[in-house]
């Protein structure tokens, strides 16, 4: 490799990691792996930059010439943050290629809740009429409404600029209580500030980073302060809310549904089979609509991942200031 071309790591089986290559040319050695941290060991020892969504000390100690690490997508959570802050001069950058997608699929959760979808669609399929006008659970409806969106960043801001069209009233909270996307809303304030907007609105749509602050924040203190007809909504990350909390006040009805797409256990291999997403059946519940993290995945989304970090890497390579750069004392 010549002196002055820098190696990059990319970590990633899916079949577009050909896109950073094409984006990067001549600029860099760039070697794939397939994502096991033996295969990184191997071949990126000596990696000047990592693509990739998941980082181990165990790798970061073992590659002193690292410099970035690029994530494929927002959360950074599965980066060792503690090694990264150790080294001292490494940078991290995500993503946000996906917000709009993600904010249209929570949107779709909550109408899925509020519509009663899943059970209309499910009882006319053994021909049962039950959900047919004048049935029970009537519809919610989302016009003249209030919803909280916790979390005013990329997807949250692109959440509310949707909901607009509905006729929304749109509180917020961050942990600051600012936001570049403030004007989205009617109010924002801090997190701690939030329970009289808790307690007053319809809607609840979680869209902020898994940090140790945000970790359990949704917790049985938080629910009891949300109206007995109000639907949360989770697009963030499953730990933020305490599941059994939440699965406690579905089953006996103490807030009217959820519509979830993470969660708090996953499969050892992406895309498995057999693993439950939670301790609690869920599944067992009618006022819950589960989706299995698919909301940042649409037709173009992956393409989209890899001509970023391209396009991010390129930027570092060209001695230029890449974008996202995660602030790590703030964890995102």
């Not at 094409?22 to 860099?28: K, Q, R, V, Y």
């Not at 959360?75 to 904010?103: F, M, Q």
């Not at 939030?194 to 602050?213: G, K, M, Y």
Request: charged content about 25%; some cysteine.
């Amino acid at each position: 490799m010549d002196v002055d071309r820098l190696k990059v790591l990319v970590s990633s089986r899916n079949e577009k990691v050909g896109i950073i290559r094409e984006i990067l040319s001549d600029t860099a050695e760039v070697v794939v792996t397939d994502g096991t941290l033996e295969s990184m060991l191997d071949l990126g020892r000596d990696a000047d930059v990592l693509a990739a969504n998941r980082v181990s000390r165990e790798f970061i100690e073992a590659a002193p010439k690292l410099r970035m690490i690029q994530t494929f997508t927002a959360g950074v959570e599965n980066i060792d943050h503690d090694a990264v802050k150790e080294r001292g001069n490494i940078i991290l950058c995500n993503s946000h290629i996906n917000a709009a997608e993600v904010a249209e699929y929570a949107i779709t959760l909550l109408f899925t809740v509020a519509k009663n979808i899943i059970q209309n669609d499910r009882e006319l399929r053994k021909g049962d009429w039950i959900y047919a006008f004048g049935g029970p659970r009537p519809n919610i409806e989302i016009r003249h409404k209030t919803c909280f969106i916790l979390g005013l960043g990329n997807i949250g801001g692109e959440i509310a600029k949707r909901l607009r069209a509905f006729d929304v009233t749109i509180y917020a909270a961050t942990r600051s209580g600012s936001s570049q996307h403030s004007d989205l809303v009617d109010k924002l304030v801090r997190i701690d500030e939030a329970r009289p907007l808790i307690e007053v609105s319809d809607f609840i749509i979680l869209s902020l980073p898994l940090t140790p602050e945000s970790q359990g924040l949704v917790g049985s203190t938080f629910i009891s302060w949300m109206k007995p007809t109000s639907i949360l909504v989770n697009i963030s990350r499953g730990p933020i809310i305490n599941e059994k909390a939440l699965f406690d006040a579905l089953k006996e009805n103490r807030i009217r549904g959820a519509g979830l797409d993470v969660w708090w256990r996953y499969p050892p291999k992406w895309g498995g089979k057999s693993t439950p997403p939670s301790d609690m059946p869920f599944q067992d519940l009618d006022n819950v609509v589960i989706s299995p993290h698919r909301a940042g995945y649409s037709e173009n989304t992956e393409l989209e991942y890899f001509q970023f970090a391209g396009e991010n890497i390129l930027r570092f390579i060209r001695k230029e200031s890449p974008i996202n750069v995660v602030d790590l004392t703030r964890g995102y």
